[in-house]
């Protein structure tokens, strides 16, 4: 978790500022009937996961929903920083960043750039 949670540090402000409710949980792997929800055979094959509405996509008139929540698969990803050997806190924040991403709603290249604007992870 505290990798995590340094990843949340280094979000820029002007988004970190839209986070508050987000909440950030880590679980061993992701369980059946997430992985056949997203359509995924392997659990291996999923490191994080946002479940929450995204913002562009709230209304006022919406029921009552749960809390924004990213899910982080501890052994998903240490499968991946050891098969890859990328540095474990920059994989880390790399998963938390593309989450996050998904709660504003980004594109693939809106996260690409996002990805490209974090600076190093702390150590």
């Known amino acids: 978790m505290i990798l995590a949670e340094a990843a949340l540090d ?7 500022r839209h986070l508050d409710g987000v909440g950030i949980m880590v ?4 369980d059946d009937a997430t992985l056949d929800e997203m359509g ?8 994080g996961l946002y479940r929450g509405t995204p913002l562009g996509s ?15 698969y501890r052994e998903p990803i240490l499968l991946e ?9 920059q994989l880390v924040q790399n998963v938390v ?23 190093p992870p702390r150590r």
């Open 10 to 16: 280094a979000i820029p402000q002007h988004l970190a």
């Open 58 to 72: 709230r209304s006022i008139s919406d029921p009552a929903r749960m809390p924004d929540t990213i899910l982080l």
């Open 97 to 119: 960043v593309h989450e996050i991403a998904h709660h504003f709603g980004f594109s693939d290249a809106e996260i690409e750039a996002l990805e490209q604007q974090m600076p």
């Open 27 to 30: 679980e061993e792997r992701p």
């Open 40 to 47: 995924i055979d392997s659990p291996w094959d999923l490191t």
């Open 81 to 89: 920083w050891i098969e890859t050997g990328v540095d474990l806190a």
